[in-house]
């Protein structure tokens, strides 16, 4: 079995059938926090081109569940 990996920008869902635009938002700020963390949300949302609202939500359960950190700040 071969997995290609979407080049499809954040928040786009890639137009196919079966895409997630929610999964591939997540995945791309995940892949955003790992190569340039820390952050701030407005940072983030301007890099990836997310609503804010959206990308809190986003962040709220990657803190929730342990995949993100929130700074004191």
Do not use: Y
């Not at 955003?32 to 301007?46: N, S, T, V």
């Amino acid at each position: 079995m071969a997995i290609d990996v979407d080049q499809t920008p954040a928040g786009a869902g890639g137009g196919r059938p079966g895409s997630s635009a929610g999964v591939q938002a997540t995945l791309a700020i995940l892949d955003l926090l790992a190569a340039r963390a820390p952050l701030g949300l407005a940072e983030i949302a301007r890099e990836l081109g997310i609503a804010k609202s959206t990308l809190h939500r986003i962040c709220t359960v990657l803190v929730e569940r342990g995949w993100a950190v929130r700074d004191a700040e």
